[in-house]
């Protein structure tokens, strides 16, 4: 069964502190893992898309990268408008008997505090 | 663009009463996703549409939960009767092909009192 598991499941930072959210997945083969931001009230807002090992993708302060058996995502400087909570999904292989569903992992809240 | 459109955005209902929710998806996309959110369980998928065509109904929990796709631009997901269990925040994505990135509505929360 594909499961996903973020850590940490909150995480508190102060105005440009850096630091890294984590992803953990299995899958009996990835057809792409998905970062998505969520605000209070609101649907999930797509970020990137990661597809192999090794590959990094980077939008303003974040950056997502991703291995055969984790992805992170990364926030420089972050501003108390980087806050939300971050969730992490997967795909899996159709040819390995996967679909189209995404499996989600709980999620990160992360706070920035000015 | 318009995004995904979910009415209504929030639902409060008895016990036993039956609710419809809705979903107009992202023009042009031809795959419709159901979700629901809890505290607990997270974001889970309920049933995907194809074309029109639903694909995968294996995480509609009950007998009770049924879904419709008729057009291209209407689906709705349906509970009959309703249970207080059943609160949660149902969303609805859509998706140009599969693979592609699915785009989110804002959600109806549900509550079954």
């Known amino acids: 069964e594909d499961q996903v598991t973020q850590s940490p499941e909150a995480l508190r930072l102060q105005e440009g502190e850096s630091s890294s959210l984590n992803c953990s997945y299995t899958?009996?083969?990835?057809?792409?893992l998905f970062w998505y931001r969520q605000d209070p009230g609101k649907g999930p807002e797509f970020l990137f898309t990661?597809?192999?090992a090794g590959e990094e993708k980077e939008k303003e302060r974040l950056k997502a990268t991703l291995t055969k058996k984790e992805s992170f995502l990364h926030i420089t400087a972050p501003k108390p408008e980087d806050s939300a909570t971050y969730l992490c999904?997967?795909?899996?292989?159709?040819?390995?008997?996967?679909?189209?569903?995404?499996?989600f992992g709980k999620g990160t809240k992360l706070t920035v505090n000015p | 663009d318009a995004g995904v459109i979910q009415s209504p955005r929030h639902e409060v209902t008895e016990m036993g009463q039956e609710v419809t929710l809705r979903c107009k998806p992202i023009?042009?996309?031809?795959?419709l996703f159901w979700y629901r959110q809890t505290m607990m369980r997270g974001l889970e998928l309920l049933i995907y549409?194809?074309?029109?065509?639903?694909?995968?109904d294996s995480g509609m929990p009950e007998d009770r939960f049924s879904a419709k796709m008729p057009n291209a631009s209407f689906s709705t997901l349906k509970i009959q009767p309703s249970e207080p269990r059943d609160s949660a925040v149902y969303f609805c994505?859509?998706?140009?092909?599969?693979?592609?990135?699915?785009?989110f509505g804002d959600g109806t929360r549900l509550s079954i009192l």
């Open positions: 994505a859509s998706s140009f092909m599969g693979s592609q990135p699915q785009h």
């Open positions: 999904a997967v795909q899996a292989d159709q040819v390995q008997g996967g679909s189209e569903k995404l499996v």
């Open positions: 549409f194809n074309n029109n065509v639903p694909i995968d």
């Open positions: 023009s042009g996309h031809d795959y």
């Open positions: 990661l597809y192999s």
């Open positions: 899958v009996s083969g990835l057809r792409g």
